[in-house]
């Protein structure tokens, strides 16, 4: 494997090679996967039994039409059909509301899922980059977002909740609000495909607000959260207009017969998928834990089933992911490919302790060697999955830079961005064309919803007003690339540690929890945290 990992990457320009490609290139088995961001405790050993026995049936015949396999969805989630539309996984539904939906501009706040830029690029739109900034911890504060979008005059907004790849996360209240002050758009999106992993809120989501207005979409996943990415299957939640319009272009069948017995599983399996949330935001907590210990690695809060992490001064991620690989069979998500990030950062899904263990225990190798604390210099490799522009475009944005950047956020834990010294904006380089002042149009305040920025201090979020800066300087929009984001903490690198509460993405304290509901009936569960009844 070692002789053919870097061609590997090097032929997948926008995500890793499939976990085929690298189970040909080695001994016939996997390498433990971090990258791929899937739930590692369902479907559950007896429900793969169960596929594996009807696996003869399963490819043999055509599946159901997808307006059966949708209704059969949809009375387990409590949501009215013509509300809905599955998709081949999200990817689908992504390219039919940029053909269908999307005009003439998207923004997105980057780094995300780079579909939601490739794609609208793909088919000749503007994509208005909005860059999320490292000295803020990534997070997204929603009235600058709103106040680019007026700038630039963009006609359809999304917004990743919680965004992928830091796992950033907005409360409900925040993202309502900003839906309906961006009411006279053509279209807003709420992508929630990694929501069911998230505990900030019990009910994060906004299904129900969004079959209410006319011009939201919300975008949710079935592989990530069911850890079926190869069956590809997803949905979109809307009023019966918006969802009628894509569900009459999708081929009758575009679901596999893998998804539609999947489906119909699912009934009798609701209290083991509600488990499998709990350990995951369970081992999420732990990893962090462990990772946070490790000297100069910064770790950003997440509500995703994934932890975004800086690796130390001087330490390259391409190396770093490649002797993960080559010498522990390790794979990770080196993120230099995506808009607004860097190889400076990795993405690295939760796992079981036993998993994390051995991530550490290979992050120590290759980081430190014998010299534990000191992180191994760039070892002169002579290419990146990123580009020398998107270095430049997030040297521009990101403050300081890299130098003592986790030695700065360990210092001012808690303090807003803004108040930090030494943490100036960096001159626009030259690759980067900043718009010129005249052509700038007035940062008009965001209409009616009153949407106003914050300091970034973490969650609730928009609840704690303060001044808002005046969005100017760099123009980013561009011919394409990935995504969106949350209030909450500057990530915090390993010296003081990351507390609990920091973890899961709090710097207030959690909220206090509900009354627990009376036990439900066998099978699944109601409508609540994960599914809301709508209508």
Not at 100 to 114: D, H, K, M, Q, Y
Not at 239 to 252: D, I, S, Y
Not at 391 to 396: C, E, F, N, W, Y
Not at 486 to 506: E, F, I, K, S
Request: glycine share 10%; hydrophobic share 40%; proline share 9%.
């Amino acid at each position: 494997m070692a002789d053919n990992v870097t061609s590997l990457f090097r032929s997948t320009a926008a995500h890793s090679p499939s976990m085929a490609a690298l189970t040909r290139e080695g001994d016939g088995t996997g390498p433990v996967d971090f990258c791929i961001p899937c739930n590692p405790y369902f479907p559950t050993p007896a429900m793969f039994d169960e596929l594996a026995g009807r696996l003869r049936e399963i490819i043999t015949y055509y599946p159901s039409s997808a307006d059966t396999i949708t209704a059969e969805l949809c009375s387990l989630l409590r949501l009215p059909p013509q509300c809905v539309a599955m998709g081949n996984g999200s990817t689908e539904l992504i390219t039919w509301i940029d053909h269908l939906l999307v005009r003439e501009s998207l923004a997105i706040p980057v780094p995300t899922f780079g579909r939601w830029t490739d794609q609208p690029m793909e088919t000749g739109k503007r994509v208005d980059m909005f860059p999320l900034q490292e000295s803020s911890g990534f997070a997204l504060d929603l009235a600058q977002y709103a106040e680019f979008i007026r700038a630039r005059g963009s006609r359809v907004a999304v917004i990743c909740n919680p965004n992928n790849p830091d796992g950033g996360f907005l409360p409900r209240h925040s993202v309502v609000q900003f839906m309906d002050a961006m009411a006279d758009l053509d279209l807003v999106i709420i992508d929630e495909s990694f929501l069911e992993f998230a505990d900030a809120e019990s009910e994060p989501s906004v299904v129900e607000d969004a079959v209410m207005r006319p011009n939201v979409i919300v975008l949710r996943s079935l592989g990530k959260n069911f850890g079926l990415h190869g069956i590809r299957f997803g949905y979109l939640v809307a009023n019966p207009a918006l969802a009628g319009k894509v569900r009459t272009m999708l081929p009758k069948w575009n679901l596999n017969s893998f998804a539609e017995t999947v489906v119909f599983m699912l009934k009798e399996h609701g209290a083991e998928y509600l488990e499998s949330l709990h350990m995951v935001r369970r081992d999420r907590l732990d990893m962090a834990r462990h990772l946070s210990a490790l000297p100069g690695l910064t770790v950003y809060p997440s509500q995703g089933n994934f932890i975004f992490v800086r690796l130390p001064v001087g330490a390259e991620g391409t190396v770093v992911r490649d002797r993960l690989l080559t010498e522990h069979r390790i794979l990770v998500r080196e993120c230099g490919n995506k808009i607004g990030s860097s190889s400076r950062f990795l993405r690295l899904v939760v796992r079981p302790q036993v998993d994390v263990r051995r991530l550490v225990s290979g992050l120590e190798q290759v980081l430190y060697g014998t010299r534990r604390g000191a992180a191994v210099p760039e070892q002169g490799i002579s290419y990146s999955s990123g580009t020398a522009a998107v270095d430049r475009l997030v040297g521009a944005t990101n403050g300081a830079g890299t130098q003592g950047l986790a030695a700065q956020a360990e210092a001012w834990p808690g303090q807003a961005p803004g108040a930090m010294p030494g943490l100036a904006p960096a001159p626009a380089p030259a690759a980067v064309m900043p718009a010129p002042a005249a052509a700038m149009p007035a940062m008009a305040p965001a209409p009616a919803g009153g949407l106003t920025a914050v300091a970034q201090t973490g969650m609730p979020g928009l609840a704690a007003a303060a001044q808002a800066p005046q969005y100017g300087g760099q123009d980013t929009s561009y011919g394409g690339a990935d995504s969106s984001y949350g209030d909450r903490a500057t990530g915090l690198g390993a010296a003081g540690g990351l507390t609990a509460a920091q973890v899961r993405g709090y710097t207030q304290p959690p909220p206090a929890q509900p009354p627990q509901a009376p036990p439900q009936p066998a099978g699944w569960p109601a409508a609540g945290p994960a599914y809301h009844q709508v209508g």
